[in-house]
């Protein structure tokens, strides 16, 4: 009796676990897919089990599981294996990511896509995720992401200007890429990175020919976001908010520093005691510091970005709607940036095979621009060479300023008294149609036009005591308006049959443009300043008359290519372009740009097949390729005259004119020739990729400026096609991705190396242009032999250190090569040998344009839980830095200085790098020397994001995603360079060649950004 109770209490055991199993089991249904369609036969087992099913032939599975947090894992061949946690969740849908995906990827190329694997071009991508975070531009997003592109932040000011520069510099004129947005030639100026699908840079010759004349500098491809067919419609909506600051404080001295350093230079000058000067020193109300103008100028700025979209699609059309809004406040007082943005893109398939649609875009912005670049007049300029010991306001109830001791202005009253406001507005769009038919031809043309409207109105009002530039009320505006329309006419063909594929493009293209403007001249002596009446009517004398002119261009091109591939491992690509430009005389109009390319895809070859497991792919590429340059003024190839004056003959008042520019009827087009050998690797089942080329250009017959002698009465030099320029070098991209586990991550590093060399300038007698000017001295050079924009100055070889150096540096006469020296004066290299020193000795002292720049990104998930990280540095360029004079070396004793001039030369010192103080300067140390060339090299952790995603039982079904980020920006700057920033750029004209030129430039931000992506 007793054995069987036992019995009976053991079945009652079983029957109540397993009645405990059955209700903590957790039923799990769900559907599998990849892009195309529902998965059968998708292994899905529960993790750490070897429980599991297969999906069904519709990709459907059900399957039980023991709890309501169990994690599932999907497997199938040719897909990367996934991951997911059920957090509660009972239906799971997912897509699985092909592992061959990124060779299938679809690249846009000129007028047309292609397979990513059969590419036999240098080509770089960025894809949308790479923008997250990231809201100022287009051109600020490329930074770091791609090999062969140097983006080139000209300054942190909102809405400051990027410029790129793809593999170099190919000429002394302008060598901006060509930008291209949803096929579109035109700018990237203005639009949304929110809106931003893809963009692709268009690096080597055999690739950029199919844009002929205007590819010599690369091409920047752009495409916008579309909604999907069939897509439900979805709404997404994103914001951020951020704090910015200073990355680096600057400082200056105190009023005390600065009376010691000062009191210091007379004595060291012999100034006698009884001499005015000394009277301000001896002052002890002067030694006292009541102001720090970098605190006062510099605040932290505020910015936010909103964008809102609405994407979806039917059977037969889809449709892409988006508003979005950028407000920047920087870190300079009053400085501001704008952006409204609209964007509609859609399609519809009117009939079987026949399709239009089209893309639209509004943008407005509004920029407060702050004058940081002056060389007397910028306020971060003016903040370090102020007298620390003035107030900001000597009486402010009367709007009196304190009045700076020097010529530079006081830098508050210099940012209240300057209302510099820049507005544009753009409305571009593009309509196309396209009819496909016997199943290999597909017939588009597309029409698009760009009208602009630019609007400056800059009011200088009088600040009392303010200084430089503010005893005077002004009032200039400029008004500017541009219409583009260009019309594009393709026919392709596209075949496979059996293993030949062959694709084919026939096109022509017009293109005409006019822009014209209006300077309203200047108007003064307003007698109310009232913002309200900063209009011409109240101005009391018109000094300046208006002036105003039209520029207007036309292109008409023809072009083709052809395409073959074979098993799809031997790859064929010919492209050819023939454009007429109305910037050239009738004879010399027309230039035909021809390229060759070819590919071969050794991982598709059977006696590879062995190392297959290895090698997902690997191709060898090389390509052959010209491209033209217009990018000069319209019209050179006329003379001009203009008005010189109103002489005054018999007591009549005439109007003069004379001729100011020589023309020249034989310019034609600059060519660039350029070669390059790449190969692509992909490793691991993908895991691994890796691209590196090689290439050589050389541009020809580059449009040059012919020197003029004074006696021809002309101030404006003829072009004529002379110069020859060479750029060689390597970009590199490797990048390790992992998405097999929970935790996935990706690292992708872009190196990039050019060397580039003005060959010649080709003009009998002239072998150099100079350029860069700083307070009235051209601190660049651009020389046969040499880089293009490098600096030219003395060279400092350290200082005198005792009266014995002064003595012993002597010429072969044994006369002193700088006479007037004296212990703690810099030495200067007599580079020529001439026993003296004088502008016959400046030299190449580095590059402004960096040999090497490189990025590093990382990017990984866990959980819901995200981070990525972006790293960019330079290294080799070199920097002016402006504020050496009279930051380490004294200017006068009008000015204040940096903290830096502390270290300076004092006897017994010893081994010091700065100048002995001194107002009189005799050895002239104040001479641009290597002294202010210092190395621009940094390495700078652009972004760093951390992000959550929620899950479904927090958000509910009516949320697809709901995404929380935290962006940190220039956080982490590695770099010598003592200026406010590293990242300087240029101010424009030839100086699009030269970089570097530090007068105290707007520096880049920190900033603390807090942001919530929402989807509907």
Same mark, same amino acid.
């Given at each position: 009796?007793?054995?069987?109770?036992?019995?009976?209490?053991?079945?009652?055991?079983?029957?109540?676990?397993? %009645?405990?199993?059955?209700?903590?089991?957790?039923?799990?249904?769900?559907?599998?897919?990849?892009?195309?369609?529902?998965?059968?036969?998708?292994?899905?087992? *529960?993790?750490?089990?070897?429980?599991?099913?297969?999906?069904?032939?519709?990709?459907?599975?059900?399957?039980?599981?023991?709890?309501?947090?169990?994690?599932?894992?999907?497997?199938?061949?040719?897909?990367?294996?996934?991951?997911?946690?059920?957090?509660?969740?009972?239906?799971?849908?997912?897509?699985?990511?092909?592992?061959?995906?990124?060779?299938?990827? *679809?690249?846009?190329?000129?007028?047309?896509?292609?397979?990513?694997?059969?590419?036999?071009?240098?080509?770089?991508?960025?894809?949308?995720?790479?923008?997250?975070?990231?809201?100022?531009?287009?051109?600020?997003?490329?930074?770091?992401?791609?090999?062969?592109?140097?983006?080139?932040?000209?300054?942190?000011?909102?809405?400051?200007?990027?410029?790129?520069?793809?593999?170099?510099?190919?000429?002394?004129?302008?060598?901006?890429?060509?930008?291209?947005?949803?096929? $579109?030639?035109?700018?990237?100026?203005?639009?949304?990175?929110?809106?931003?699908?893809?963009?692709?840079?268009?690096?080597?010759?055999?690739?950029?020919?199919?844009?002929?004349?205007?590819?010599?500098?690369?091409?920047?491809?752009?495409?916008?976001?579309?909604?999907?067919?069939?897509?439900?419609?979805?709404?997404?909506?994103?914001? &951020?908010?951020? %704090?910015?600051?200073?990355?680096?404080?600057? #400082?200056?001295?105190?009023?005390?520093?600065?009376?010691?350093?000062?009191?210091?230079?007379?004595?060291?000058?012999?100034?006698?005691?009884?001499?005015?000067?000394?009277?301000?020193?001896?002052?002890?109300?002067?030694?006292?510091?009541?102001?720090?103008?970098?605190?006062?100028?510099?605040?932290?700025?505020?910015?936010?970005?909103?964008?809102?979209?609405?994407?979806?699609?039917?059977?037969? &059309? @889809?449709?892409?709607?988006?508003?979005?809004?950028? @407000?920047?406040?920087?870190?300079?007082?009053?400085?501001?940036?704008?952006?409204?943005?609209?964007?509609?893109?859609?399609?519809?398939?009117?009939?079987?095979?026949?399709?239009?649609?089209?893309? *639209?875009?509004?943008?407005?912005?509004?920029?407060?621009?702050?004058?940081?670049?002056?060389?007397?007049?910028?306020?971060?300029?003016?903040?370090?060479?102020?007298?620390?010991?003035?107030?900001?306001?000597?009486?402010?109830?009367?709007?009196?300023?304190?009045?700076?001791?020097?010529?530079?202005?006081?830098?508050?009253?210099?940012?209240?008294?300057?209302?510099?406001?820049?507005?544009?507005?753009?409305?571009?769009?593009?309509?196309?149609?396209?009819? +496909?038919?016997?199943?290999?031809?597909?017939?588009?043309?597309?029409?698009?036009?760009?009208?602009?409207?630019?609007?400056?109105?800059?009011?200088?009002?009088?600040?009392?005591?303010?200084?430089? !530039?503010?005893?005077?009320?002004?009032?200039?505006?400029?008004?500017?308006?541009?219409?583009?329309?260009?019309?594009?006419?393709?026919?392709?063909?596209?075949?496979?049959?059996?293993?030949?594929?062959?694709?084919?493009?026939?096109?022509?293209?017009?293109?005409?443009?006019?822009?014209?403007?209006?300077?309203?001249?200047?108007?003064?002596?307003?007698?109310?300043?009232?913002?309200?009446?900063?209009?011409?009517?109240?101005?009391?004398?018109?000094?300046?008359?208006?002036?105003?002119?039209?520029?207007?261009?036309?292109?008409?091109?023809?072009?083709?290519?052809?395409?073959?591939?074979?098993?799809?491992?031997?790859?064929?690509?010919? @492209?050819?372009?023939?454009?007429?430009?109305?910037?050239?005389?009738?004879?010399?109009?027309?230039?035909?740009?021809?390229?060759?390319?070819?590919?071969?895809?050794?991982?598709?070859?059977?006696?590879? #097949?062995?190392?297959?497991?290895?090698?997902?792919?690997?191709?060898?590429?090389?390509?052959?390729?010209?491209?033209?340059?217009?990018?000069?003024?319209?019209?050179?190839?006329?003379?001009?005259?203009?008005?010189? !004056?109103?002489?005054?003959?018999?007591?009549?008042?005439?109007?003069?004119?004379?001729?100011?520019?020589?023309?020249?009827?034989?310019?034609?087009?600059?060519?660039?020739?350029?070669?390059?050998?790449?190969?692509?690797?992909?490793?691991?089942?993908?895991?691994?990729?890796?691209?590196?080329?090689?290439?050589?250009?050389?541009?020809?017959? $580059?449009?040059?400026?012919?020197?003029?002698?004074?006696?021809?009465?002309?101030?404006?030099?003829?072009?004529?096609?002379?110069?020859?320029?060479?750029?060689?070098?390597?970009?590199?991209?490797?990048?390790?991705?992992?998405?097999?586990?929970?935790?996935?991550?990706?690292?992708?590093?872009?190196?990039?190396?050019?060397?580039?060399?003005?060959?010649?300038?080709?003009?009998?007698?002239?072998?150099?242009?100079?350029?860069?000017?700083? +307070?009235?001295?051209?601190?660049?050079?651009?020389?046969?032999?040499?880089?293009?924009?490098?600096?030219?100055?003395?060279?400092?070889?350290?200082?005198?250190?005792?009266?014995?150096?002064?003595?012993?540096?002597?010429?072969?006469?044994?006369?002193?090569?700088?006479?007037?020296?004296?212990?703690?004066?810099?030495?200067?290299?007599?580079?020529?040998?001439?026993?003296?020193?004088?502008?016959?000795?400046?030299?190449?002292?580095?590059?402004?344009?960096?040999?090497?720049?490189?990025?590093?990104?990382?990017?990984?998930?866990?959980?819901?839980?995200?981070?990525?990280?972006?790293?960019?540095?330079?290294?080799?360029?070199?920097?002016?830095?402006?504020?050496?004079?009279?930051?380490?070396?004294?200017?006068?004793?009008?000015?204040?200085?940096?903290?830096?001039?502390?270290?300076?030369?004092?006897?017994?010192?010893?081994?010091?790098?700065?100048?002995?103080?001194?107002?009189?300067?005799?050895?002239?140390?104040?001479?641009?020397?290597?002294?202010?060339?210092?190395?621009?090299?940094?390495?700078?952790?652009?972004?760093?994001?951390?992000?959550?995603?929620?899950?479904?039982?927090?958000?509910?079904?009516?949320? &697809?995603?709901?995404?929380?980020?935290?962006?940190?920006?220039?956080? *982490?700057?590695?770099?010598?360079?003592?200026?406010?920033?590293?990242?300087?750029?240029?101010?424009?004209?030839?100086?699009?060649?030269?970089?570097?030129?530090?007068?105290?430039?707007?520096?880049?931000?920190?900033?603390?950004?807090?942001?919530?992506?929402?989807?509907?």
């Amino acid at each position: 009796m007793k054995k069987e109770v036992q019995v009976l209490l053991c079945i009652m055991c079983i029957i109540f676990l397993s %009645i405990g199993s059955a209700l903590a089991q957790h039923k799990v249904t769900g559907t599998v897919k990849d892009d195309v369609g529902p998965l059968p036969g998708v292994s899905v087992q *529960i993790k750490g089990t070897v429980q599991g099913t297969v999906t069904d032939g519709s990709g459907v599975f059900t399957l039980t599981v023991p709890d309501a947090n169990t994690t599932l894992i999907f497997s199938y061949i040719g897909f990367e294996t996934q991951n997911v946690d059920l957090q509660g969740r009972n239906q799971i849908d997912i897509q699985l990511i092909s592992l061959a995906k990124n060779l299938d990827e *679809i690249v846009v190329i000129g007028y047309g896509t292609q397979k990513k694997a059969d590419i036999t071009g240098a080509i770089s991508t960025v894809k949308p995720d790479k923008l997250k975070g990231l809201s100022q531009s287009v051109s600020h997003s490329l930074q770091g992401h791609l090999s062969g592109v140097t983006v080139i932040q000209n300054s942190g000011e909102p809405g400051g200007a990027v410029e790129i520069r793809v593999r170099g510099m190919g000429s002394i004129n302008d060598n901006s890429p060509l930008y291209v947005v949803d096929g $579109i030639i035109g700018s990237i100026n203005g639009l949304n990175p929110a809106d931003i699908e893809s963009i692709q840079v268009i690096k080597d010759a055999a690739s950029a020919a199919i844009y002929g004349s205007r590819g010599a500098n690369g091409v920047v491809i752009v495409t916008t976001k579309k909604g999907k067919r069939g897509e439900t419609t979805n709404v997404s909506f994103n914001t &951020s908010q951020g %704090i910015q600051t200073a990355w680096k404080m600057p #400082s200056s001295l105190t009023a005390e520093e600065r009376n010691m350093i000062h009191k210091e230079a007379l004595t060291n000058d012999g100034t006698p005691a009884t001499e005015p000067v000394w009277d301000y020193y001896n002052n002890p109300e002067n030694a006292v510091t009541r102001t720090d103008w970098y605190d006062e100028v510099l605040r932290p700025g505020y910015i936010t970005s909103n964008d809102l979209s609405i994407r979806g699609g039917t059977q037969k &059309s @889809n449709f892409s709607f988006s508003l979005g809004y950028l @407000n920047d406040n920087g870190i300079v007082m009053n400085s501001n940036f704008k952006r409204y943005n609209v964007r509609l893109n859609s399609q519809h398939e009117i009939l079987k095979n026949f399709s239009f649609g089209e893309n *639209i875009s509004i943008v407005s912005t509004n920029q407060q621009i702050v004058d940081t670049r002056g060389d007397y007049d910028g306020v971060l300029s003016a903040s370090m060479f102020n007298m620390r010991n003035t107030p900001v306001w000597e009486d402010e109830a009367n709007q009196i300023y304190g009045l700076p001791k020097g010529d530079f202005p006081n830098p508050v009253a210099s940012l209240n008294s300057k209302d510099n406001v820049q507005k544009n507005m753009a409305v571009v769009g593009n309509i196309y149609f396209d009819y +496909k038919f016997l199943n290999a031809f597909t017939l588009k043309t597309d029409f698009g036009y760009n009208w602009g409207f630019g609007k400056n109105k800059n009011f200088v009002a009088i600040a009392k005591n303010g200084g430089r !530039g503010l005893d005077q009320n002004s009032l200039t505006e400029m008004y500017s308006t541009n219409n583009t329309w260009v019309w594009n006419n393709t026919l392709n063909f596209d075949k496979t049959i059996k293993k030949h594929h062959v694709a084919a493009l026939a096109g022509v293209s017009a293109e005409s443009g006019i822009y014209e403007w209006t300077n309203s001249g200047t108007a003064k002596d307003f007698s109310n300043q009232d913002p309200a009446l900063r209009y011409f009517n109240n101005a009391g004398s018109f000094p300046q008359h208006v002036t105003g002119s039209a520029d207007d261009y036309s292109l008409l091109s023809y072009f083709g290519r052809l395409s073959y591939e074979y098993a799809d491992k031997y790859l064929f690509a010919a @492209n050819i372009r023939a454009d007429g430009s109305s910037k050239f005389p009738e004879d010399k109009r027309w230039g035909v740009f021809p390229s060759v390319s070819g590919g071969w895809r050794i991982s598709k070859e059977a006696f590879f #097949s062995d190392l297959t497991y290895l090698f997902s792919d690997l191709k060898l590429r090389a390509s052959w390729g010209q491209l033209g340059n217009d990018k000069i003024r319209n019209y050179e190839y006329y003379s001009t005259i203009t008005t010189v !004056g109103s002489p005054t003959l018999g007591g009549s008042q005439f109007t003069a004119m004379a001729q100011n520019r020589i023309s020249n009827p034989d310019i034609k087009w600059e060519v660039t020739t350029q070669t390059d050998i790449g190969i692509d690797v992909s490793m691991l089942k993908g895991k691994v990729s890796f691209t590196a080329d090689y290439f050589s250009k050389l541009t020809t017959d $580059i449009l040059v400026q012919v020197p003029l002698v004074s006696s021809l009465g002309v101030g404006e030099a003829p072009y004529r096609n002379s110069g020859e320029v060479s750029n060689k070098g390597f970009d590199l991209g490797a990048s390790y991705r992992n998405h097999e586990n929970e935790f996935k991550y990706e690292v992708a590093v872009n190196v990039s190396h050019v060397v580039n060399k003005l060959e010649t300038l080709g003009v009998a007698g002239a072998t150099e242009i100079f350029t860069s000017d700083y +307070k009235n001295v051209l601190v660049g050079r651009i020389a046969q032999g040499e880089p293009i924009g490098h600096f030219y100055v003395l060279n400092a070889m350290g200082l005198f250190q005792n009266q014995n150096e002064v003595d012993s540096y002597v010429d072969k006469n044994g006369d002193k090569i700088q006479p007037y020296a004296q212990p703690g004066d810099i030495k200067f290299e007599d580079r020529n040998n001439d026993g003296k020193i004088s502008a016959d000795d400046r030299f190449n002292a580095g590059s402004s344009f960096p040999a090497l720049t490189y990025s590093l990104n990382f990017s990984a998930e866990y959980k819901g839980f995200d981070v990525s990280m972006l790293w960019i540095g330079s290294q080799g360029n070199k920097l002016f830095n402006g504020l050496t004079l009279g930051g380490k070396i004294m200017q006068g004793t009008d000015y204040n200085n940096s903290p830096e001039i502390l270290d300076r030369w004092t006897p017994g010192s010893g081994g010091n790098t700065i100048p002995r103080v001194t107002v009189a300067d005799v050895n002239n140390n104040r001479t641009y020397s290597t002294l202010y060339v210092e190395d621009g090299s940094f390495a700078r952790m652009k972004n760093l994001t951390l992000g959550y995603t929620f899950n479904e039982n927090l958000t509910g079904k009516n949320i &697809s995603k709901l995404h929380l980020y935290l962006t940190l920006q220039n956080m *982490i700057t590695l770099t010598k360079y003592t200026g406010f920033d590293p990242e300087v750029g240029s101010d424009g004209g030839f100086n699009n060649n030269m970089y570097g030129v530090d007068p105290g430039v707007y520096p880049q931000a920190k900033a603390y950004i807090l942001g919530l992506n929402i989807n509907f």
